[in-house]
Structures are given as C-alpha cells and as structure tokens.
C-alpha cells in the first residue's frame, strides 16, 4: 500500500511538470490575454509561432503594438521570425 502511494505521488509530479512546460510558453515575456490567445490557437513553441505571420498574429485578443515589440524583441534573440508576407 505505501509503494503504490509513493508511485502515486512520483506519477503526479511528473504529469505536472510535463504539461506546466506547455502553459508556460513565453511566461514573463508577453501578458496573459495574448498567452491565452495564442493557447486557443495552439501555438505553444517558437517553431509554431514561427510558422504565422505578424499580421495574423496582430489579429489575435491581446496582441497590439507594445505586445508584439516584446514578442519580436524575444524572437530575434532566439533567432526566430515570423513567416513572411505574401502578397
């Protein structure tokens, strides 16, 4: 009974911290709504993100001009960058 508690606990942990990497993304960079939002359209890594626009970005809740200078700022330092336009 106690070896089933205990793997019980470890277990817990684990799942835990597995899915707080997904929640987390871009945490201390841009505010909550814009997280939110890209959570909704589930961009969770830079590789994703990297795979919209600006402008499709933009369109998002909680995307404006202050926003996305910080999230480009933090791309550019990760050598990241948003999809080109086409026109």
Known sequence: MI???????CLTSV???????????LK???AVPARKALEQE???SLEK??????DEIMKLH?????????LKTY??????????QVF
């Open 49 to 54: 993100l990297s795979g919209y626009s600006e």
């Open 62 to 70: 909680g995307f404006g001009e202050t926003t996305m200078k910080k």
């Open 75 to 84: 791309m550019k330092k990760h050598q990241v960058s948003f999809k080109s």
């Open 28 to 30: 201390n960079v841009i």
């Open 3 to 9: 070896n089933l508690i205990i793997m019980a606990k």
């Open 42 to 44: 589930k961009i969770d």
């Open 15 to 25: 799942c835990a911290v597995s899915h707080m990497g997904q929640r987390d993304f």
